[in-house]
């Protein structure tokens, strides 16, 4: 071979590694710049969710000086607190307001004038009273409840500088916020009725309080049934179960199962519990049920995962020392696999908790003020509650939209979280 051939075969080889290295800096760039494409959506989302729903963790507040007459309130001087009940608290605060603006008079004006306080705050006026039967006879300076539209115009959400045609608050109403405003009594504060309420036609007054308890109660049924049966089947199938055709068949079943869409699970709910068995609809329990049926799927396959990775030296030496197969499985076996299956139930339960088609099947769409106190009363979730309120033409349900997904969203990071210390902690080293 001549030196200009070889130079020319050289030649080539260079040129073929210089092209692929080429492509592999195009392919490591073109992934980079794919992943920061991604993460700038992520945060992207995440910032616009923030900025949309943090402002509904505070609720506008209106201070007025509340006569709380003995006339009005208790006349006989008895202090029962089934008269305490009855007394027409919301007219003492209207009250309140025409001594704010004693100018008003018309009657349409007094109506207007009475809808920038809250129509619950009557109510809390009349906890405040129960709570403190010391303050009737006097007149106690007290922040109530701002109406909804009155909140979004304190908080930027509605402009004051447009026309009066074009948001829904009028001139009169914004001249009297103003003044209240100048006079230092009006104030934006933390919103407890988000947290500790049930759901409400008015924004003001709505909560997750009664979504949250429905989805822990739900979690709860879904735990207690899911992780024994699914830990039991893994062990069953993977220690015990001859492998023939019929094993295989419910592999396959399995793991076509946790790729079943969710509203099927839904619908074979509501076919089964409660068409069938005539479990009450929009119940925890019924939702637990199908909750179940799609976790299970999952907690069977993880379980099996981690019953894989166990060593086949640790079953070998608790055989030769003359344990039993059951023994071996629960006193070695399934110790050692028990953070890997931990791992899988907490973030099959996490997909369970973010669930709201099946959930939307077995009617726990329904409106619920009351918070549930037991897995049989009507409930709903905070995914059903996101898309009841996500689907309500007031301005001020789209903060608490997007501040109940905030709250949704914490819990599944805490669930994670919680996977992953689970894991650390119970994790042995063979």
Known sequence: MTSRAA???????????????????IFRRTGLAALLIGLGFLAFFFYTLVETGYTA?????????????EQSIDPDGTRDAAVLRRAGYQGLIRDALRAQFPEVSARGELRSLFAMI????GLELRDRVLGDPDLIGTTTPMWLLADDDVDMVVKGHIDRTVAE??????????????????????????????????????PELAGIWSATVGSFFMLLVTLTLSFPLGVATAIYLEEFAAKNRWTDLVEVNINNLAAVPSIVFGLLGLSLFINTFGLPRSAPLVGGLVLSLMTLPVIIIASRAALTAVPPSIREAALGMGASKMQMVLHHVL???MPGMLTGTIIGMARALGESAPLLMIGMVAFIVDVPQSPLDPATA??????????????????????????LLAFLLLMNATAVVLRKRFERRY
Request: glycine share 4%.
């Open 165 to 202: 045609s074009d948001r829904r608050i009028d001139d009169r109403e914004l001249a009297w916020l103003e003044a209240l405003e100048a006079a230092g009594r009006v104030d934006r504060r933390f919103n407890r009725h988000f947290f500790t309420a049930g759901d409400s036609r008015d």
């Open 7 to 25: 130079s020319s075969i050289k030649d080539q080889v260079a040129k073929g590694i210089a092209a692929r290295y080429r492509r592999e800096r």
């Open 57 to 69: 963790f505070q609720q506008t507040r209106i201070l007025l000086d509340v006569e709380l007459s």
């Open 335 to 337: 110790p050692l696999a």
């Open 382 to 407: 905070l995914p059903v509650q996101v898309y009841l309120w996500a689907d309500s033409p007031e301005r001020a349900f789209v903060e608490r939209t997007s501040a109940a997904i905030l709250v």
């Open 118 to 121: 809250s129509s619950g705050a």
